[in-house]
């Protein structure tokens, strides 16, 4: 086998990597672009869903809204607004058993509570 056959095989086995890699990139690129509208399209509803919301306020309860349309009361709530995109809250922190925070200086448990006289 000559070096221009090999070259040709690798340039063959190339061409359809690369156009294995190119096809993923734009369908990726295509997907992203699709949920940025629909974020955005979402966000607009949310925008209706709050005002209507706050303008039925005055007319009617929630539990009332609920009850005339068979919507859930927290489906009915205004929207949660996300902190960012793809950002999540981190979860609360856990309190040590039986609720005394350990020292960190001594190790042990709360410290005592300092009295203070006034001689």
Excluded: H, Y
């Amino acid at each position: 086998m000559t070096a221009d056959e090999i070259r040709a095989r690798v340039e063959a086995a190339d061409k359809t990597r690369i156009q294995a890699r190119a096809d993923a990139a734009a369908k990726i690129a295509a997907d992203i672009e699709r949920r940025i509208k629909v974020r955005a399209e979402l966000a607009e509803i949310d925008a209706a869903i709050t005002a209507g919301l706050a303008e039925s306020a005055a007319i009617m309860t929630l539990a009332e809204l609920s009850e005339f349309t068979g919507i859930a009361t927290t489906e009915l709530s205004p929207p949660v607004i996300e902190s960012g995109p793809g950002r999540t809250r981190r979860p609360t922190r856990r309190k040590s058993a039986g609720g005394a925070r350990k020292s960190r200086l001594t190790g042990t448990g709360s410290a005592s509570p300092v009295t203070v006289s006034s001689d």
